[in-house]
Nanobody, 120 residues
Framework: QVQPVESGGGLVQAGGSLRLSCAASGRTMNTYNISWFRQAPGKEREFVAS????????TYADFVKGRFTISGDNAKNTVYLQMNSLKSEDTAVYYC?????????????WGQGTQVTVSQ
């Protein structure tokens, strides 16, 4: 079992910045990658960014490229999402997901989410 916990959300003005953290406890030694998703009211959950735990290769959704940066600290089992130049449309609950690879089977563990609100 892996238990991810997000933090760092809050209220920020458009153009501002926030840094989200996702710290995981439990059996994280087989982590394959960690992803950030978000869900705005009335919309489906969408992919934001992900990072491979080995090698730190990152992938971003087009709508955050150049504004958001995902990074990880293996020693702390923590992943960060630095969000700059925030827009009102970035308002959503942000979730992190740990994907663990065990014997060819991938298991996914979600955090409870953290609210990000960007005001005009």
């Amino acid at each position: 079992q892996v238990q991810p916990v997000e933090s760092g959300g809050g209220l920020v003005q458009a153009g501002g910045s926030l840094r989200l953290s996702c710290a995981a406890s439990g059996r994280t030694m087989n982590t394959y990658n960690i992803s950030w998703f978000r869900q705005a009211p009335g919309k489906e959950r969408e992919f934001v960014a992900s990072i491979r735990w080995s090698g730190s290769s990152a992938t971003y959704a087009d709508f955050v490229k150049g504004r958001f940066t995902i990074s990880g600290d293996n020693a702390k089992n923590t992943v960060y999402l630095q969000m700059n130049s925030l827009k009102s449309e970035d308002t959503a609950v942000y979730y992190c997901k740990f994907t663990v690879s065990l014997g060819g089977i991938r298991l996914e563990y979600w955090g409870q989410g953290t609210q990000v609100t960007v005001s005009q």
